[in-house]
């Protein structure tokens, strides 16, 4: 003999059954690393940019000693800020901590300052180039100052290639489209007078 129901099992399986169909989980809010922002190959080329710009670093801190050190000094600049940025902009976009601070749109962020740090490391790299020593060391961070920009290059290609203008306005004119006249002249319509019957 099957047991009869209560109205309170009823009712609890009534709201699983209205949940289970509205409630649908936040894709890769629980992971702790995704790529949501970007496809797997601009995933590969930064982590290109992380190693370049870290190699030539690394190398230009070798070299010991220089006549025309402003040139050094400038690569060594582009060089150890491109590297430390490109991994914190890196791990930002590939872990949760881009939910947390989803106040800054991060593809704007990732856009201007990959088209930034290209062009500083294509400067630093071509001065380094015209005043070093002409040491073996010079010249293996100057090329790999080159591959760091051609890599930067490469990224930007592939974010116009895989999104639109991440600068451009169209959100924002959407916004600002101006409502219907009729719908704003039925709204500021006055009342009826008081006294006065209804059309």
């Known amino acids: 003999m099957s047991q009869r129901e209560t109205p309170a099992e009823n009712g609890a399986m009534e709201g699983e059954q209205v949940y289970g169909r509205t409630t649908v989980p936040i894709q890769g809010a629980g ?6 922002c970007f496809k797997k190959s601009r995933y ?6 992380v190693v370049f710009s870290f190699l030539a670093f690394v190398l230009e801190e070798v070299v010991a000693s220089c006549e025309n050190c402003h040139a050094l000094y400038f690569f060594e600049f582009v060089s150890c800020s491109a590297f430390f ?4 902009l890196l791990i930002i976009l590939t872990t949760s901590l881009r939910v947390k601070v989803n106040r ?12 930034v740090i290209a062009s500083f490391f294509l400067i630093a790299s071509i001065v380094f180039a015209a005043k070093n020593e002409g040491s073996h060391v ?3 961070a100057v090329a790999f100052g080159f591959l760091a920009t051609f890599a930067f290059t490469v990224d930007i290609l592939l974010c116009l290639k895989e999104k639109e203008w991440p600068l451009s306005k169209n959100e924002m004119v959407q916004a600002e489209t101006p409502r219907d006249p009729k719908a704003v002249k039925g709204e500021t319509e006055p009342l009826n007078e008081p006294g006065a019957l209804p059309v």
């Open 138 to 140: 010079e010249k293996a």
């Open 104 to 115: 800054v749109n991060w593809e704007k962020v990732d856009f201007c300052y990959t088209a």
């Open 44 to 49: 590969i080329v930064k982590l290109f940019e």
């Open 85 to 88: 940025l490109t991994l914190l």
């Open 31 to 36: 992971s702790f690393c995704s790529c949501p």
